[in-house]
């Protein structure tokens, strides 16, 4: 399996981690990673806000650098969502173009998703020995529809105990520009997240895409709580061995 690297932004300019562990975890799964330099944002933001002619002129680029790639994996859910999905959308009347969208949209996958339906991937293996609690991300379980994967590979590490989440399936809050544009109501969300999260009796916050952690996190700190959070991808990771 080749696969070819989504960074996304935040993991790119945040954390780099995130990347570094995701990488090793393919590469233990049997597949042959690697980077495009030449992929940019998918787009997203600016499709959210109602920008679409320069989310097209982002997209076309990201089109370009994954158009040999055989299969397309991503740490974020909501980014593999809006080039699975959005990208139909944002050339569905540029018949060339759309044709390039529909076959990266057939081989982009969420890392969770990729590890279970691609790789065959049934159980991480290794040992994690913490009560973590688990965030599902918007995007990656109502529009992707990934929702099983993930816990599915969490049940399978030695030593993991996976505590529910009250209201699991709420919102936390940050939507990307959302949470810069309504502040206040991102605010209230985000901060019955983190209750919630408290609640569980989890002493790690796990999800699979850094744009909610980031956001929760940041609201657990406010509120005098240094509950670690960590992706998916390291937490698999750790499990395994690490470096």
């Not at 959210?48 to 680029?61: I, K, L, P, S, W």
């Not at 309504?182 to 209750?195: G, L, N, R, W, Y």
Request: aromatic residues 8%; charged residues 25%.
């Amino acid at each position: 399996m080749k696969v070819s690297l989504m960074i996304t932004c935040l993991c790119d300019s945040f954390f780099p981690e995130v990347g570094e562990s995701f990488v090793r975890v393919l590469r233990r799964a049997g597949a042959e990673v690697s980077f495009s330099p030449d992929q940019v944002c998918c787009g997203q933001p600016a499709f959210n806000a109602g920008y679409h002619d320069e989310a097209r002129r982002v997209a076309r680029t990201f089109l370009k650098a994954f158009q040999e790639a055989e299969y397309v994996v991503s740490p974020s859910g909501s980014c593999a969502e809006m080039v699975r999905e959005n990208f139909l959308r944002l050339f569905n009347r540029y018949p060339a173009e759309l044709e390039q969208a529909k076959a990266l949209s057939k081989k982009t996958y969420e890392f969770t998703e990729f590890l279970v339906k691609v790789a065959g991937v049934r159980s991480i293996g290794g040992r994690f020995d913490r009560k973590i609690t688990y965030h599902p991300s918007c995007h990656m379980t109502r529009l992707m529809g990934v929702k099983d994967e993930p816990i599915q590979l969490l049940q399978s590490i030695e030593g993991l105990t996976l505590l529910e989440l009250p209201r699991a399936y709420d919102c936390c809050g940050f939507g990307g520009t959302f949470s810069v544009k309504m502040p206040d109501i991102s605010e209230a969300i985000v901060t019955e997240k983190a209750e919630n999260v408290l609640q569980s009796g989890a002493d790690m916050l796990v999800g699979a895409d850094m744009g909610c952690l980031m956001n929760i996190k940041g609201r657990l700190e406010k509120m005098g709580h240094a509950m670690p959070v960590m992706h998916m991808a390291q937490v698999f990771d750790q499990a395994q061995g690490g470096l």
